[in-house]
């Protein structure tokens, strides 16, 4: 994080729920190609496989990610520093580069018990369609909720 106001207030608390949002480096648009998508598909499931999160849903944008998960371990700076650190080696790799991958810190809500886990993740995976890059719900191929993707 590179604004030391990003880390006022913040709280890491195993079984919370959190809404977290991180930006590509330079806001490039890395993430339009199914390989490169995939790469950080495999970095949020080696995470869950890990038991760290449960994901509830996550939608990779074309230069950032939104993800709805519950943290079941560790804090959630260091969740979100194995998630980059791993996605971005994966990625170098593919891509035949190195340097930074993802923009420093990352922008995080720890969801209200009294909001709806439901709601928030079908906030999160229609942002494809706000954003002009699919007509309906489920149309767009990088995005993935645990629910029914119907209202």
Request: charged share 20%; net charge positive; proline share 6%.
């Amino acid at each position: 994080m590179t604004n030391p106001r990003l880390r006022q207030g913040r709280h890491s608390q195993v079984g919370q729920v959190y809404a977290l949002t991180t930006v590509a480096y330079r806001r490039q648009p890395l993430f339009t190609h199914r390989h490169n998508v995939e790469q950080i598909i495999d970095a949020l499931r080696f995470i869950e496989a890990e038991r760290i999160t449960c994901s509830l849903a996550w939608v990779v944008m074309p230069d950032h990610l939104h993800w709805l998960m519950q943290l079941r371990q560790r804090t959630l700076p260091a969740c979100m520093q194995l998630f980059k650190s791993r996605s971005a080696r994966l990625l170098n790799r593919t891509l035949c580069r190195s340097g930074p991958f993802w923009q420093p810190g990352f922008y995080d809500h720890a969801v209200r018990s009294d909001e709806s886990l439901h709601t928030q993740a079908l906030y999160i995976v229609a942002n494809p369609v706000r954003a002009g890059l699919a007509t309906r719900l489920g149309e767009y191929p990088y995005a993935w909720c645990r629910w029914p993707l119907d209202g």
